[in-house]
């Protein structure tokens, strides 16, 4: 109750009551009109997938999309998921949402395959609480048997950290994914603490190295020190690697020297709407986009 937390606020000093407990109730009423609009944001079709172009390090060919999750909210527009998804983990509306990823992803993935660009893989991001509390693995196979999809047109990205956070529990999902077809990636790699004797025994297909590393290899030594540790590293245990994050041809060049297989980023496409890459494919391969 904002009153109280005021009165609380007066009682304990004037400045405290003017500079930090207004912005805390200001905090507390826009998290829970942002979980509120949240509950109904599915029935309302406020959400949507928009899609990144993944390329080949060789020859900047497309292998597949990550598709990304968009929030456009009446009146106030695109709301970035890193300031709603955090909120649906808390109050537990991730597995809803997360579950009506999964399937418009399987159901573009069917799409495009029937329009015959059946070769497009496509990846989702799955949190912590999803892999932990869902049955993913029930919920997949019945996706991909409901659109008439191989499961092995579709990727998980799931980060470090989600992973390390519980590998016992987390390790033997990834591992029952893997036997159903499914490529998992680790996302945001090289921020979440994982140890080399876990890293060889993770059922995981791809590395994604985090864009913070992509950004700073460039000007820091021991940064681009990192990246061609993680690339190395990444042959060694026979994963694929993509960079995350690429935003100028400087990076194009030093990833693709180093080995990196795969690159993500502005520099190739912004994350678009599914019509959109379609135009692309229609234009012709040197159509340049633009996009969120
Ligand atoms: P992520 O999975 O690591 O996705 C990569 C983020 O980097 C995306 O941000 C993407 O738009 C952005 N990005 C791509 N290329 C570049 C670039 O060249 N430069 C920069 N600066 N950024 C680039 P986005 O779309 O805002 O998503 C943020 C995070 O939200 C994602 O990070 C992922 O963790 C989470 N997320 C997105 N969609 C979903 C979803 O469907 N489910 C769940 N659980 N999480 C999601
Ligand atoms: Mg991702
Ligand atoms: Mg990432
Ligand atoms: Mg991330």
Same mark, same amino acid.
């Given at each position: 109750n904002a009153d109280m937390a005021l009165y609380a606020a007066k009682a304990a000093g004037r400045n405290t009551y003017h500079f930090f407990q207004p912005a805390f109730a200001e905090q507390a009423r826009q998290r829970l009109e942002l979980e509120l609009a949240l509950r109904d944001a599915i029935e309302r079709q406020e959400l949507s997938l928009h899609y990144q172009t993944k390329v080949c390090a060789r020859d900047q060919a497309a292998q597949g999309f990550? +598709?990304?999750?968009?929030?456009n909210r009446p009146r106030i527009g695109f709301v970035p998921p890193d300031s709603f998804v955090p909120v649906a983990e808390d109050c537990g509306l991730i597995g809803q949402i997360g579950a009506w990823v999964l399937s418009e992803a399987c159901r573009q993935i069917a799409r495009w395959e029937a329009a015959g660009h059946g070769w497009q893989k496509v990846a989702i991001n799955v949190s912590a609480r999803q892999l932990i509390h869902d049955d993913l693995v029930g919920m997949i196979r019945e996706e991909c048997r409901r659109h008439r999809i191989s499961p092995s047109l579709l990727e998980v990205e799931v980060t470090e950290s989600c992973i390390m956070s519980?590998?016992?529990q987390t390790?033997?999902?990834l591992a029952a994914l893997q036997a159903m077809g499914v490529r998992?990636?680790?996302d945001d790699f090289g921020t979440g603490h994982s140890?080399? +004797?876990y890293l060889r025994r993770l059922p995981v297909d791809i590395i994604k190295i985090d864009k913070s590393f992509v950004r700073e290899a460039m000007s820091d030594k021991p940064t681009a020190a990192i990246v061609k540790t993680i690339i190395g590293l990444s042959k060694t245990l026979?994963?694929?690697v993509v960079a995350?994050?690429?935003e100028t041809a400087e990076q194009v060049d030093m990833l693709a020297r180093q080995g990196c297989d795969s690159l993500q980023g502005y520099f190739f496409s912004r994350p678009l709407p599914a019509a959109d890459i379609e135009h692309q494919w229609h234009a012709g391969p040197s159509a340049s986009a633009t996009g969120s």
């Amino acid at each position: 109750n904002a009153d109280m937390a005021l009165y609380a606020a007066k009682a304990a000093g004037r400045n405290t009551y003017h500079f930090f407990q207004p912005a805390f109730a200001e905090q507390a009423r826009q998290r829970l009109e942002l979980e509120l609009a949240l509950r109904d944001a599915i029935e309302r079709q406020e959400l949507s997938l928009h899609y990144q172009t993944k390329v080949c390090a060789r020859d900047q060919a497309a292998q597949g999309f990550e +598709a990304l999750l968009r929030w456009n909210r009446p009146r106030i527009g695109f709301v970035p998921p890193d300031s709603f998804v955090p909120v649906a983990e808390d109050c537990g509306l991730i597995g809803q949402i997360g579950a009506w990823v999964l399937s418009e992803a399987c159901r573009q993935i069917a799409r495009w395959e029937a329009a015959g660009h059946g070769w497009q893989k496509v990846a989702i991001n799955v949190s912590a609480r999803q892999l932990i509390h869902d049955d993913l693995v029930g919920m997949i196979r019945e996706e991909c048997r409901r659109h008439r999809i191989s499961p092995s047109l579709l990727e998980v990205e799931v980060t470090e950290s989600c992973i390390m956070s519980n590998p016992e529990q987390t390790t033997p999902i990834l591992a029952a994914l893997q036997a159903m077809g499914v490529r998992i990636a680790i996302d945001d790699f090289g921020t979440g603490h994982s140890s080399l +004797a876990y890293l060889r025994r993770l059922p995981v297909d791809i590395i994604k190295i985090d864009k913070s590393f992509v950004r700073e290899a460039m000007s820091d030594k021991p940064t681009a020190a990192i990246v061609k540790t993680i690339i190395g590293l990444s042959k060694t245990l026979e994963k694929q690697v993509v960079a995350e994050g690429v935003e100028t041809a400087e990076q194009v060049d030093m990833l693709a020297r180093q080995g990196c297989d795969s690159l993500q980023g502005y520099f190739f496409s912004r994350p678009l709407p599914a019509a959109d890459i379609e135009h692309q494919w229609h234009a012709g391969p040197s159509a340049s986009a633009t996009g969120s």
